[in-house]
């Protein structure tokens, strides 16, 4: 069946470096969106993107959806400390979103 | 409401035993949506209810999970006979239009244990 894979798990940065985390699907996607989970916390809506090649940005996060419509990725420019979370993509499939596993965003100490 | 509640927060239950884990989407939101998520993993699709009909039930792992949402708006998630691997944390989200267009709004879920 369809699967998103997220690479990768975790990234370990220092405040201030940049970071980046990539989705996969093994088929065309109709859209895409972008979740983050604080520990403890929800999923939060952050962003859906819908067009071949399309590029959004909110402040310091830059999302990307290729051209073929089977990739994602979100990028994060100067990390701050209230960005720690793990962020998770999810594909459309019919009625479903299906989830890839997550990236990890710690900051180190 | 404003946002999307569920109750409890917590239950732990004892292998064997029913639960009902309860959803009380956004007012006016038609989609409702049910997904867990066990540790370190992504949200897992349950079910999916349009109004009143369950419009995609193809995730509920067994027929031991059942919901409802008899008036199209509270949605009752129910487990019988629960077993430790129901474990996790149960999140409703909820939409203002039909299908995954639009982002998804959800609760701070219900976390289930099993023992």
């Known amino acids: 069946g369809q699967q998103v894979m997220q690479i990768p798990q975790y990234q370990h940065v220092q405040e201030g470096e940049d970071f980046t985390t990539y989705c996969n699907s093994s088929?065309?996607?109709?859209?895409i969106q972008w979740y983050k989970q604080r520990p403890g916390g929800h999923p939060v809506f952050l962003i859906q993107?819908?067009?071949s090649g399309e590029v959004k940005k909110q402040k310091r996060l830059t999302f990307q959806f290729g051209e073929a419509k089977k990739n994602s990725s979100l990028h994060i420019t100067a990390t701050q400390t209230t960005d720690v979370g793990t962020y998770f993509c999810?594909?459309?499939?019919?009625?479903?979103?299906?989830w890839g596993a997550g990236t990890k965003l710690i900051i180190k100490p | 409401g404003a946002g999307v509640s569920q109750t409890p927060s917590n239950k732990v239950t004892e292998k064997g035993k029913y639960v009902e884990l309860r959803c009380d989407p956004i007012?006016?939101?038609?989609?409702l949506y049910w997904y867990r998520q066990s540790l370190g993993q992504g949200p897992e699709f349950l079910i999916y209810?349009?109004?009143?009909?369950?419009?995609?039930d193809s995730g509920l792992p067994n027929d031991r999970f059942f919901a409802v949402r008899p008036e199209g708006s509270v949605s009752t998630l129910k487990i019988q006979r629960t077993e430790r691997g129901d474990s996790a944390v149960y999140l409703c989200?909820?939409?203002?239009?039909?299908?995954?267009?639009?982002?998804?709004?959800f609760g701070s879920g219900t976390r289930l244990t099993v023992v």
């Open positions: 007012s006016g939101h038609t989609a």
């Open positions: 088929t065309t996607l109709s859209n």
């Open positions: 989200a909820s939409s203002s239009q039909a299908g995954p267009n639009y982002g998804y709004t």
């Open positions: 993107l819908v067009k």
């Open positions: 209810f349009q109004g009143t009909g369950a419009a995609d």
């Open positions: 999810a594909g459309r499939r019919n009625y479903q979103l299906i």
